[in-house]
């Protein structure tokens, strides 16, 4: 009993430092969008704000029960792969490592890939039984785009487990503090691919089509406010770490300490971000195709590489 | 008398009665029909012992049948699934024209289907084979509608496979003087290089037929949505599975002894893999219910096919797991589509809206059932399709891998758009005077949709009689820890350790979910799917604001070129060049006296100037 | 605890607090005032940075600008769209049209004075205002949800007869079938 208790408290942990985290990113990201559009952008701290006062919204409307479940499907995804992921390296020494052991140096990447779509098709529910038409049509736009990036993601995890015979992320971990080689030098291939695909992962322009704010009214969450929208956001913060965490992990050999992580996964947000900014938006199918162009070559070649060294 | 022969002449006796009853009065048919089928299906569950054989002498024959741990694990879908499927026939069929029919045709599969998987012999199996067939067709063209296109081309495709499996059998008969199969199992090697190729292709041909492989699988999606609803799960989650029974069959007891198996083994496995994600994007297109099902159905097959065809034991795991679950995932999902037939009268995407809050049992299950055939983790689909992807990479497929994970992918935008088409969208008045399907339909689908999720938790359910099944075509014995084998389950330590994962998971939605209930509850209400962000208008009621054509329509503009080529083309084509020839030909047969005697007159002129060459 | 008064009075101005800096606007885009919405947001005076962010739907804003003249066409809309926004939720008023007509006060079809069908907090007065204008009004409505005094739709529940008996004198039909307003 004591130890779930223990096991609880250090998963509540994890889960604030990855609110925290992510939500911080939120901020920055915007700030620094904000100075490339030469502006002074809002303060880092916006996004805890904006949460806090979506989350003190005293009235709201649902439409039904699965508008409440879509949500907390995607709560659950998020928090269920940040369990799941290996937050720091297990090599490390810091006196607070212990804590973000949660459930995770045993993960799977195929489970992993899986349990990470849970939340978006949940959501698609919750956006579906709102009725709004725009919902439905973001909905179908990000699930076409998810098979257009998860190609080349997979190419370049399957390029991975080929190399080194596994599946587990920490085993992964294990194998760049071995050989001291980090896998994106290791196999540059796939992590080109895998970046690529991240591309698309974060939704940032080019491949900002599901909420399309101009066309369709922010998408699935056109109806959503308040506690729902509280929830979302603070899901989507969690879950961004989360992947962050999981790129760190494989391409990057983990993180030892809280700083090295925070630093490391930063720079790999800022790809994305950076992307993104001076960026126009996709049409679905030109965003499909560009996945299923050069970054799915780049995939080939990455398992090619694998197959050959 | 033998329990076996018991059981099946039971069915058989059943299946007339009950179409006689049904002449009576209905209720005497649906009475007889569901003693029919729960009788010798509870004499089998409790009298059948596996591995027990009866000889039976007819026609200067000896039928030999028996139960095997594999035919045991391939009955128990049959039996179980034909008792939930004939409760849920009862209300399903209420109302309808040949009804006695259906209840026969009904009882006639489950009894061939049963004779199949308890044949020893070639002949008892073909003759089960065919029964199944006729069965099975004269389901399809039940309703009158399509006959010409849909019936025939199942048909012609059945005969196609009948044909093959028939051959196979002549050549096997002649070459080793028996139809027992263990005889031509075990004295495979003696045949001839080309028969021991050739047999094992017509074999294949046969089942490969009956399980919709792709480039055979033309009559299936219009088969199986033409089909009653209630019938359909049995079609999809049972019958189709007698092709994979004879595939394990074949793939293991005679492929392996081949020194080419590796090569037909690659082939076969590339038309599953092709057929699961070329099935898949068509599913997406569709815009009936049925239809999308249908095909989505052909695509799991073509999963399973993967995996019968790699035939390591991880993959052998992998696709016998799915085949169990596919029939129960499938099964629910086809009573649903029933459910919604049987209470708004139509099953097209584009005319139903927003049953959820008018049906909600039948979208739990339905839920659950998309849930599973998505293959996301707390539910059984993801179990198989995790081994079958550890299978792949152990044994080095690894473009076949990226290839089912872009059709597992892409599985879940039809699966989206079938939950959306049905029970999401917007709630209209057409349809606020649907009311939720009888309980003897329910039932079934929330019970075989429950089961997919017990399975999910608990696979060592189903791993010990796959294990059994393994072992008895020849696998190595592995003390029943077999998912020891694949990397993940041996680095989760046990299969046990994934529970507690799932339990967490379960905890926190709940948690979460309750956390937004109390959260919403205060000053939080309910408003209906009218009352939209829409710009300040108010739609009207005749307004329908649901986004339901081209529903999928920028995955479709971005697949096109794929869908412009189908394989229908191609056998329409080689069709219309057959009504050619045969065109040609009615013109040297003109039926008229003195063009044949000009015949026998060119004839005999020919014989004369080749005289020398021909008589010396 | 919680209900103790003053814990509940802290709870109160932490949350009027980040209300207040955390202002989702839904530009509702009415006469010729819209085209100082842009400069307002972008680069030159930059509103973000006081927490102010343009909103997709109703369902997610906190504040309705209503940027000039209301025709009675769109009076329908706007009391829609401010029905469907979930509280706490504000009004701000934009140039004189709101106020009393501006150079439409003699027209036929456009209201005079918008606070006869919904509760406005914050007028910003001006013919068009210019951005420094609109960025003091919102400063303003800042303020007012930080003193706790923005309480426009409590207003609006409490003189909700009076409201629906103005909007249906220029609307009626159109009033009688919207859905009831019963939060």
């Given at each position: 009993m004591e130890y779930i208790l223990i096991k609880t408290l250090e998963a509540m942990a994890t889960f604030i430092l990855a609110f925290l985290v992510g939500m911080t990113y939120g901020g920055v990201v915007r700030k620094i969008t904000g100075r490339v559009h030469n502006r002074l952008g809002p303060p880092w701290y916006q996004n805890f704000i904006d949460a806090f006062k979506l989350f003190s919204k005293t009235r709201g409307i649902h439409h039904g029960a699965m508008h409440f479940l879509g949500a907390a499907f995607l709560m659950v995804t998020s928090v269920v792969s940040l369990m799941i992921i290996p937050v720091l390296a297990p090599g490390g020494h810091a006196w607070y490592n212990s804590w973000f052991t949660n459930m995770n140096f045993n993960g799977d990447l195929i489970f992993l890939l899986y349990i990470m779509t849970f939340g978006p098709l949940g959501m698609a529910m919750g956006a579906g039984q709102t009725g709004n038409p725009n919902s439905s049509i973001g909905v179908t736009r990000g699930l076409s785009q998810m098979v257009g990036f998860e190609i080349p993601w997979v190419m370049a995890l399957v390029a991975l487990m080929i190399s080194y015979k596994t599946t587990s992320v920490i085993d992964f971990m294990n194998i760049q503090r071995e050989t001291g080689t980090w896998l994106m030098f290791a196999n540059p291939f796939a992590f080109i691919a895998a970046v690529l695909a991240m591309l698309g992962m974060f939704r940032y322009s080019p491949f900002d089509i599901v909420g399309a704010p101009t066309e369709l009214a922010s998408g699935p969450v056109s109806e959503n406010g308040g506690k729902f929208l509280f929830t979302m956001m603070s899901s989507g913060s969690v879950f961004t770490f989360a992947k962050l965490v999981l790129y760190v992990d494989l391409f990057m050999g983990g993180a030892n300490n809280l700083v090295m992580l925070v630093v490391k996964t930063f720079l790999l947000y800022m790809i994305p971000v950076l992307y993104g900014i001076v960026s126009p938006r996709y049409r679905t199918e030109q965003a499909v195709r560009w996945f299923w162009g050069w970054p799915t070559f780049i995939g080939l070649l990455a398992i090619l590489y694998a197959v050959m060294f | 008398m033998d329990m076996i022969t018991l059981i099946l002449l039971l069915f058989l006796g059943g299946a007339i009665v009950t179409w006689l009853g049904g002449k009576l009065s209905p209720i005497v048919g649906d009475m007889l029909f569901l003693v029919t089928i729960i009788v010798p299906a509870g004499m089998f569950f409790t009298g059948v012992t596996v591995g027990e054989v009866t000889h039976l002498h007819a026609l200067g024959l000896t039928l030999t049948w028996g139960l095997s741990p594999l035919s045991y694990l391939f009955s128990m879908i049959v039996v179980g699934l034909g008792i939930l499927l004939a409760i849920y026939a009862v209300p399903f069929m209420k109302g309808k024209q040949k009804t006695g029919a259906f209840y026969f045709n009904f009882t006639l599969?489950?009894?061939?289907?049963?004779?199949?998987?308890?044949?020893?012999?070639?002949?008892?199996?073909?003759?089960?084979?065919?029964?199944?067939?006729?069965?099975?067709?004269?389901?399809?063209?039940?309703?009158?509608?399509?006959?010409?296109?849909?019936?025939?081309?199942?048909?012609?495709?059945?005969?196609?496979?009948?044909?093959?499996?028939?051959?196979?059998?002549?050549?096997?008969?002649?070459?080793?003087?028996?139809?027992?199969?263990?005889?031509?199992?075990?004295?495979?090697?003696?045949?001839?290089?080309?028969?021991?190729?050739?047999?094992?292709?017509?074999?294949?041909?046969?089942?490969?037929?009956?399980?919709?492989?792709?480039?055979?699988?033309?009559?299936?999606?219009?088969?199986?949505?033409?089909?009653?609803?209630?019938?359909?799960?049995?079609?999809?989650?049972?019958?189709?599975?007698?092709?994979?029974?004879?595939?394990?069959?074949?793939?293991?007891?005679?492929?392996?002894?081949?020194?080419?198996?590796?090569?037909?083994?690659?082939?076969?496995?590339?038309?599953?893999?092709?057929?699961?994600?070329?099935?898949?994007?068509?599913?997406?297109?569709?815009?009936?219910?049925?239809?999308?099902?249908?095909?989505?159905?052909?695509?799991?097959?073509?999963?399973?096919?993967?995996?019968?065809?790699?035939?390591?034991?991880?993959?052998?795991?992998?696709?016998?797991?799915?085949?169990?679950?596919?029939?129960?995932?499938?099964?629910?999902?086809?009573?649903?589509?029933?459910?919604?037939?049987?209470?708004?009268?139509?099953?097209?995407?584009?005319?139903?809206?927003?049953?959820?809050?008018?049906?909600?049992?039948?979208?739990?299950?339905?839920?659950?059932?998309?849930?599973?055939?998505?293959?996301?983790?707390?539910?059984?689909?993801?179990?198989?399709?995790?081994?079958?992807?550890?299978?792949?990479?152990?044994?080095?497929?690894?473009?076949?891998?990226?290839?089912?994970?872009?059709?597992?992918?892409?599985?879940?935008?039809?699966?989206?758009?079938?939950?959306?088409?049905?029970?999401?969208?917007?709630?209209?008045?057409?349809?606020?005077?649907?009311?939720?399907?009888?309980?003897?339909?329910?039932?079934?689908?929330?019970?075989?949709?429950?089961?997919?999720?017990?399975?999910?938790?608990?696979?060592?359910?189903?791993?010990?009689?796959?294990?059994?099944?393994?072992?008895?075509?020849?696998?190595?014995?592995?003390?029943?820890?077999?998912?020891?084998?694949?990397?993940?389950?041996?680095?989760?330590?046990?299969?046990?350790?994934?529970?507690?994962?799932?339990?967490?998971?379960?905890?926190?939605?709940?948690?979460?979910?309750?956390?937004?209930?109390?959260?919403?509850?205060?000053?939080?209400?309910?408003?209906?799917?009218?009352?939209?962000?829409?710009?300040?208008?108010?739609?009207?009621?005749?307004?329908?604001?649901?986004?339901?054509?081209?529903?999928?329509?920028?995955?479709?503009?971005?697949?096109?070129?794929?869908?412009?080529?189908?394989?229908?083309?191609?056998?329409?084509?080689?069709?219309?060049?057959?009504?050619?020839?045969?065109?040609?030909t009615r013109r040297i047969y003109t039926g008229n006296g003195q063009t044949y005697a000009i015949y026998a007159i060119l004839f005999l002129a020919l014989l004369l100037l080749f005289r020398v060459n021909l008589f010396g | 605890m919680y209900n103790d008064k003053n814990s509940k009075k802290i709870v109160e101005t932490i949350q009027n607090w980040a209300r207040s800096h955390s202002v989702w606007v839904l530009a509702y885009g009415t006469g010729c005032g819209a085209i100082e919405i842009a400069p307002t947001m972008t680069s030159r005076y930059d509103a973000e940075r006081l927490g102010f962010r343009g909103a997709a739907t109703p369902r997610q804003a906190d504040v309705m600008l209503i940027t000039g003249y209301l025709t009675v066409k769109t009076v329908k809309r706007v009391v829609r769209v401010y029905e469907q926004m979930q509280s706490p939720k504000y009004v701000v008023g934009f140039g004189s049209c709101t106020i009393n007509g501006g150079m439409y006060y003699d027209s036929y079809n456009t209201i005079n004075l918008l606070d006869k069908y919904l509760p406005v907090d914050v007028y910003i007065n001006g013919c068009m205002p210019r951005p420094e204008a609109v960025i003091a009004g919102l400063a303003k409505l800042q303020q007012i949800i930080r003193e706790g005094k923005a309480n426009g739709a409590e207003k609006y529940l409490e003189n909700l007869d009076w409201y629906k008996a103005n909007q249906r004198k220029i609307a009626p039909k159109w009033i009688a079938k919207a859905p009831d307003y019963n939060w």
């Open positions: - | 599969s489950v009894m061939a289907m049963l004779g199949i998987l308890v044949s020893k012999d070639w002949v008892s199996f073909f003759i089960f084979w065919e029964i199944m067939t006729w069965s099975s067709y004269l389901m399809v063209i039940l309703n009158g509608k399509d006959v010409q296109r849909v019936g025939i081309k199942y048909f012609i495709f059945s005969a196609i496979g009948a044909y093959a499996m028939l051959m196979a059998m002549v050549v096997m008969n002649s070459q080793l003087g028996s139809f027992l199969m263990a005889d031509t199992f075990n004295n495979f090697q003696h045949l001839t290089v080309g028969n021991q190729i050739l047999i094992p292709i017509l074999l294949l041909t046969a089942f490969g037929v009956k399980s919709a492989m792709m480039p055979l699988h033309v009559w299936a999606p219009d088969a199986y949505s033409n089909a009653p609803m209630a019938y359909t799960g049995l079609f999809s989650g049972a019958l189709s599975k007698m092709g994979i029974y004879g595939m394990v069959l074949v793939m293991v007891t005679m492929i392996n002894q081949l020194p080419e198996g590796t090569l037909i083994r690659d082939i076969i496995a590339w038309m599953g893999g092709f057929t699961a994600a070329a099935a898949t994007l068509w599913a997406i297109t569709q815009d009936d219910g049925k239809k999308l099902l249908a095909w989505s159905s052909v695509g799991q097959m073509g999963y399973i096919i993967v995996g019968v065809a790699i035939g390591t034991p991880l993959a052998m795991l992998a696709a016998l797991f799915l085949v169990v679950v596919h029939a129960m995932f499938k099964g629910s999902l086809f009573m649903v589509v029933g459910a919604i037939e049987k209470q708004t009268g139509t099953t097209d995407f584009r005319e139903i809206n927003g049953l959820i809050r008018k049906m909600p049992w039948t979208f739990i299950s339905a839920l659950i059932s998309v849930i599973a055939l998505a293959g996301i983790p707390p539910l059984a689909g993801f179990v198989s399709k995790w081994m079958l992807y550890e299978a792949l990479i152990q044994n080095n497929n690894y473009i076949l891998v990226i290839l089912l994970f872009f059709a597992s992918t892409a599985g879940f935008l039809y699966c989206y758009k079938f939950l959306h088409g049905y029970f999401l969208g917007q709630e209209e008045p057409e349809w606020a005077h649907v009311k939720e399907a009888p309980a003897a339909m329910v039932i079934p689908m929330l019970l075989l949709a429950i089961g997919t999720f017990v399975l999910g938790t608990f696979p060592q359910l189903l791993f010990k009689p796959i294990d059994s099944a393994l072992q008895y075509v020849g696998y190595d014995a592995t003390g029943g820890h077999l998912w020891g084998q694949s990397i993940l389950f041996s680095e989760w330590g046990d299969i046990v350790t994934l529970q507690p994962i799932l339990y967490v998971v379960l905890a926190v939605f709940v948690f979460f979910a309750l956390f937004l209930w109390f959260k919403g509850t205060k000053g939080t209400r309910y408003v209906s799917t009218k009352d939209i962000s829409t710009s300040g208008e108010l739609p009207k009621e005749w307004e329908n604001l649901t986004f339901k054509v081209n529903f999928m329509q920028p995955f479709e503009r971005t697949i096109e070129p794929f869908l412009k080529r189908q394989i229908d083309k191609y056998y329409t084509a080689f069709g219309n060049g057959l009504e050619a020839l045969f065109e040609f | -």
